[in-house]
C-alpha cells in the first residue's frame, strides 16, 4: 500500500460568499494577494518535503481560474518538488489534455520531470473538469476522443526513439514527434488515469493504466472498481488485476483524540464546502452524453452528488473521510477497502482551506507513524483485487454537498457518465 499526501494549494482568503456567483472563472482575483500567496506556496511545499520524510509521496493537481486550486501549471510545480525531493514518488493527477492543443509538449514536460527526478514521476491524465472548458476556450463536444487520442500520441513521442514520427488523428496533427529528453523510466512513467463513471474505468481498465476515483464513497468505488475489472479482463489481461492498478482519493485526518481529528477534519471540508459554482459553467452542452443529460433532466443526480449538508460524521460514514484517532481511521480505511475489493493505493486529501501548518503537519505525521505501518503490513503490495468484503451500514441520514469537490471529482470521469 502506498499513501499520498495530496494538497491543491488553495487560497482560502476569500470575501464572504453572498459577494461573489461562483468561486470558479469569474471571481476577480484583485481578491488574490500575491504576498499571502507566496507564503502559502512555501508551507504548501514544506508540507510534501514533510510527508516525504514521513515515508509518504507526493501528489499534486492542476485548475485553473479558481481558489480552490492555485495551480494552474501543475508541471512547473512538480519540477519544483523533483529538484527538491529525493525518494519521494511524483504524482501529478494530472494534465488535462483534452484542453491542451499540443499533446507533444506534455510529453516533453513530463519527460523532462521525469529525467530530472530521476525515474520518480507518475504522469496522470485527466480529462478536465467542466467549469475549465469556458477558461480553456475549449469544446465540450467529444473531450473523450480527444482525451484518448491525446493520450495514444503522448505514448507515441514517449516510445520512439529512431527519429521523427508524424500523427495524423481526428483531433490532432502533427510532424517531426521527437521529443528531448526521453523519459527516464522505460519504457516510459507510469501512467494514471482518474474516472468517476463505470464506463472510463472500464476503458482505463482494457488499457492497463492506473486507476483513481476521488470521493466516490462505497458503492459508486465498488461499482467503479469491478468496471475497471471487466475491462481489465475483456482486453486479456488475465483474471486477476493487480492491487497497484486501483487508487481511492479520500479526506484524511488522524488527531490524538477522536475530538482533535473531527476539529482537523472539518477544516478540510472546506474543500468540498467553499466550491460554489455559477450553473452555467457547471455542465456545458456535450460535456456529457445525451443519454447521460436526459437522466438528469429527469431528477438524476451526478455520482455521490446529494444535496447540502456536509458534516464529519457524514462523510466519514459516506466514505468520503476518513478522521479519528489512529485506531479509528485504519478501521475506517479496512472497511473501505474491503468493501470496494482493495486498491494499492491511498491518496490523501490532507490540507485544505484554513487548516494551519502545525495542523496539517500534526495530521501527516499521525497518519504516517501511527495508521500507514499497520496498513502496509496487512495490504501488501503484490495483493490481488476482487474480493468484497461486508456491505456497510445503512446510508446516514445527512448529505454532502453538490457544490463541493465532491461534484468535481464527478465530472472528471474519461468515460461515459
Not at 41 to 52: C, M, N, Q, S, V
Not at 181 to 202: E, F, K, L, M, N
Not at 211 to 221: D, I, P, S, Y
Request: glycine content about 8%; overall charge negative.
Amino acid at each position: 500500500m502506498k499513501a499520498w499526501h495530496f494538497s491543491e494549494t488553495a487560497y482560502p482568503y476569500l470575501p464572504p460568499e453572498d459577494e461573489y456567483p461562483s468561486i470558479r472563472v469569474t471571481l476577480p482575483n484583485k481578491h488574490y494577494d500575491p504576498v499571502k500567496g507566496a507564503a502559502l506556496y512555501d508551507r504548501y511545499i514544506d508540507e510534501w518535503l514533510i510527508a516525504e520524510d514521513e515515508g509518504m509521496h507526493i501528489m499534486l493537481n492542476e485548475h485553473h481560474q479558481t481558489a480552490t486550486c492555485v495551480d494552474p501549471a501543475g508541471p512547473l510545480m512538480l519540477a519544483a518538488l523533483a529538484r527538491l525531493s529525493t525518494k519521494a514518488r511524483l504524482l501529478i493527477l494530472g494534465n488535462p489534455i483534452a484542453n491542451r492543443r499540443q499533446p507533444v509538449r506534455v510529453a516533453e514536460e513530463m519527460a523532462m520531470i521525469d529525467v530530472l527526478s530521476k525515474g520518480r514521476l507518475e504522469a496522470g491524465m485527466v480529462r478536465g473538469v467542466p467549469f475549465e472548458i469556458s477558461p480553456a476556450n475549449s469544446n465540450p463536444v467529444r473531450m473523450n476522443e480527444r482525451f484518448w487520442e491525446a493520450l495514444d500520441m503522448i505514448v507515441t513521442a514517449w516510445t520512439s526513439h529512431d527519429g521523427p514520427v508524424s500523427h495524423e488523428g481526428r483531433f490532432f496533427h502533427h510532424r517531426n514527434i521527437n521529443v528531448w529528453p526521453r523519459c527516464y523510466q522505460d519504457p516510459h512513467p507510469p501512467i494514471w488515469v482518474s474516472t468517476t463513471s463505470t464506463g472510463g474505468a472500464r476503458q482505463v481498465g482494457g488499457r492497463g493504466f492506473v486507476q483513481a476515483t476521488f470521493l466516490t464513497g462505497f458503492e459508486e468505488t465498488r461499482k467503479i472498481y469491478e468496471s475497471y475489472r471487466e475491462g481489465w479482463r475483456e482486453a486479456g489481461r488475465g483474471a486477476d488485476v493487480p492491487i497497484d492498478r486501483l487508487a481511492y482519493a479520500a479526506i484524511v485526518y488522524v488527531g490524538d483524540t477522536e475530538a482533535e481529528a473531527h476539529a482537523g477534519a472539518d477544516k478540510l471540508l472546506w474543500y468540498m464546502r467553499s466550491n460554489k459554482v455559477a450553473p452555467q459553467f457547471i455542465n456545458p452542452p456535450g460535456y456529457v452524453p445525451v443519454r447521460a443529460n436526459l437522466a438528469l433532466l429527469r431528477g438524476a443526480a451526478f455520482p455521490h452528488n446529494p444535496a447540502n449538508g456536509a458534516n464529519v460524521e457524514v462523510a466519514i460514514k459516506s466514505g468520503l473521510m476518513m478522521a479519528g484517532t489512529p485506531d479509528q481511521v485504519y478501521e475506517q480505511f479496512k472497511r473501505h477497502y474491503d468493501y470496494v475489493g482493495g486498491y494499492g493505493h491511498l491518496l490523501i486529501m490532507g490540507q485544505a482551506g484554513f487548516m494551519e501548518h502545525d495542523e496539517t503537519v500534526r495530521g501527516i505525521r499521525n497518519f504516517a507513524r501511527e495508521v500507514l505501518p499497520r496498513i502496509r503490513e496487512e495490504f501488501p503490495d503484490h495483493a490481488v483485487s476482487g474480493q468484497f468484503g461486508d456491505v456497510p451500514p445503512e446510508p446516514p441520514v445527512g448529505t454532502i454537498p453538490s457544490s463541493g469537490e465532491g461534484q468535481d471529482a464527478a465530472q472528471r470521469s474519461v468515460g461515459a457518465a
